[in-house]
């Protein structure tokens, strides 16, 4: 009789093969890291990669557009769906930690229609996506575009006609495999460090003095260890 880690595993492998999204590249790392030896060298091999894939001129630049796009929004909002929800998350926490006045549209994607027609024309919609897109991200962009909003877009595959009505994107593809996680947090990463560098280099005092603030409280209360 077949065990029932064995009917598991025929489960699965009949789902995603009737399945092909952005959650075949998490399937096809875990059969390919099943062997425990291979594990975490096929890990550090995907990383290894991502940071060569996004050693490129035109990458860099984009960052650095983007980061200025954020810097000049009155209010940022971000979206990211499916895959993309847990980074979105990080950007929205890292934003906040800046001071920005931002607000997370990942959990309430019934409303980003409603929210997108919230913006003005200071404000940013910051959009993370996946391989493929979901069709709100899609629409979103679109309706920005139309009613004249600023929209970055950060992905890996982004369709021509949807890269043509972003304001600004920051193309995160890899060269042998699809743009994954580890590929979105570096960029997010990057683009943290640009937009520090960013405050600091216009002495935005607000933001500045608030940061300065919660670390000096941090450390005289030993909220937080310093190292």
Request: proline content about 2%; hydrophobic content about 40%; glycine content about 4%.
């Amino acid at each position: 009789m077949e065990k029932y880690n064995q009917f598991k595993t025929r489960l699965r492998e009949g789902m995603f093969a009737q399945h092909t999204t952005s959650y075949m590249v998490y399937w096809d790392n875990e059969n390919s890291a099943m062997n425990p030896e291979d594990n975490l060298l096929s890990a550090i091999g995907s990383c290894m990669e991502v940071i060569e894939s996004l050693k490129r001129p035109d990458f860099i630049r984009q960052v650095s557009e983007g980061a200025h796009m954020i810097i000049e929004a009155k209010r940022v909002y971000v979206l990211g769906l499916r895959m993309s929800v847990g980074t979105s998350m990080l950007l929205e926490h890292t934003l906040r930690n800046y001071s920005f006045e931002t607000q997370l549209l990942s959990r309430e994607a019934d409303y980003v229609i409603d929210r997108i027609c919230e913006m003005d024309e200071e404000d940013i919609l910051v959009c993370l996506a996946s391989s493929p897109m979901a069709k709100t991200t899609a629409d979103a962009i679109r309706l920005c575009s139309k009613l004249g909003r600023k929209v970055l877009v950060i992905t890996g595959r982004l369709d021509s006609d949807l890269a043509d009505l972003a304001t600004g994107v920051i193309d995160i593809r890899m060269s042998r495999r699809p743009a994954t996680i580890p590929a979105i947090t570096v960029a997010l990463e990057l683009l943290s460090m640009e937009l520090a560098r960013l405050l600091d280099e216009r002495g935005e005092s607000e933001r500045k003095r608030h940061i300065d603030k919660v670390e000096k409280i941090s450390a005289d209360n030993d909220i937080a260890i310093w190292e």
